[in-house]
Nanobody, 124 residues
Framework: QVQLVESGGGLVQAGGSLRLSCAAS????????MAWFRQAPGKEREFVAA????????TYADSVKGRFTTSRGNAKNTVYLQMNSLKPEDTAVYYC?????????????????WGRGTQVTVSS
């Protein structure tokens, strides 16, 4: 059983930056594909970014490509989401998720473990 705890959310002005972290415990971190999803008020949860087990490969939603970067530190059992040039439409609860498969995937159903989320609010 893997436990995931997100941190780093907050209130930021448009154009600003935030760095989210997700600390994992209770499992073999390096054996999981890690991803970030988000859910805005009144909307369905959507894929944001994912990173492969060794950190060599990443994939992003078109809406964040070029602005967000995900990475991982396997020695620290932590995955990160660096968010730059934030826009009001990035406002959402951001969730970390872990998949014990092999391939990078954007599909929510593939992810076995989820954190409780951290709120990101971007003011205009």
């Amino acid at each position: 059983q893997v436990q995931l705890v997100e941190s780093g959310g907050g209130l930021v002005q448009a154009g600003g930056s935030l760095r989210l972290s997700c600390a994992a415990s209770g499992g073999t971190f390096r054996s999981y594909v890690m991803a970030w999803f988000r859910q805005a008020p009144g909307k369905e949860r959507e894929f944001v970014a994912a990173v492969s087990r060794n950190g060599a490969s990443t994939t992003y939603a078109d809406s964040v490509k070029g602005r967000f970067t995900t990475s991982r530190g396997n020695a620290k059992n932590t995955v990160y989401l660096q968010m730059n040039s934030l826009k009001p439409e990035d406002t959402a609860v951001y969730y970390c998720a872990a998949d014990n498969g092999v391939q990078l995937t954007t599909t929510q159903m593939a992810y076995d473990y989820w954190g409780r989320g951290t709120q990101v609010t971007v003011s205009s």
